[in-house]
């Protein structure tokens, strides 16, 4: 099984600032199975990035996703305070099928 | 519209089975996988299992022995059932629908909070 870890645990940061979330798994993770996503409280993961680097629709473009092999990272630009969530990767591995998620970066925009 | 929506019951006692189905609405079941997952406070997001139109099943290998996942094309719905539950599966649980080539998760339920409790 592979299993992701993130770091930091917890990002305090300011409007208009720029922030670099790390991703790193166990074992290499193809480009094409690795994604971002965000969750507010209340609410259901919404996916910010798939195939390491390709934004979902309606995603902005101050995310963007980057790695490969064992360590990947999101990064926002110009953060508002919309931004404030908890961030989570989640990778795919098919021998034999299995999808982990990472335990998540909380974002706090003040 | 394409969307989720998910319902079952939200309290059990220890030992029962767990049952959630999840109505596909807007859109076919054909051409993705289709997911269950589910959050608690102490493990996270945690993928329990994963079915296609064809009713070809991928479980989570930790929970494989007390999961069954099926799929209704006539009703376009797919359900989850999890036995002998404890405490410990207390969760919010999801589906959600997969993209098959890149395995992300595009479109989500609103999740069903299901507490065990004696």
């Known amino acids: 099984e592979i299993v992701l870890t993130q770091s930091p645990g917890t990002l305090s940061l300011s409007p208009g600032e720029g922030a670099t979330l790390s991703c790193r798994a166990s074992?290499?993770?193809?480009?094409?199975?690795l994604a971002w996503y965000q969750q507010k409280p209340g609410q259901a993961p919404r996916v910010l990035i798939y195939g390491t680097s390709r934004r979902a629709t309606g995603i902005p473009d101050r995310f963007s996703g980057s790695g490969s092999g064992t360590d990947f990272a999101l990064t926002i630009s110009r953060l508002e305070p919309e931004d404030s969530a908890v961030y989570y990767c989640?990778?795919?591995?098919?021998?034999?099928?299995?999808?982990?998620f990472g335990p998540g970066t909380k974002v706090d925009i003040k | 519209q394409v969307q989720l929506q998910q319902w079952g019951a939200g309290l059990l006692k220890p030992s029962e089975t767990l049952s959630l189905t999840c109505g596909v609405y807007g859109v076919s079941l054909s051409g993705y996988y289709w997911s269950w997952i589910r959050q608690s406070p102490g493990t996270g997001l945690e993928w329990i299992g994963e079915?296609?139109?064809?009713?070809?099943?991928n479980y989570n290998p930790s929970l494989k022995s007390r999961v069954t996942i099926s799929v209704d094309t006539s009703k376009n719905q797919f359900s989850l059932k999890l036995s002998s539950v404890t405490a410990a599966d207390t969760a919010v649980y999801y589906c959600?629908?997969?993209?098959?080539?890149?395995?992300?998760?595009?479109?989500w339920g609103r999740g069903t909070l299901v507490t065990v409790s004696s």
């Open positions: 959600a629908r997969a993209i098959v080539w890149a395995r992300y998760f595009d479109l």
């Open positions: 989640q990778q795919y591995g098919n021998s034999p099928p299995l999808l982990t």
């Open positions: 074992q290499s993770v193809s480009n094409s199975y």
């Open positions: 079915i296609n139109h064809s009713g070809i099943t």
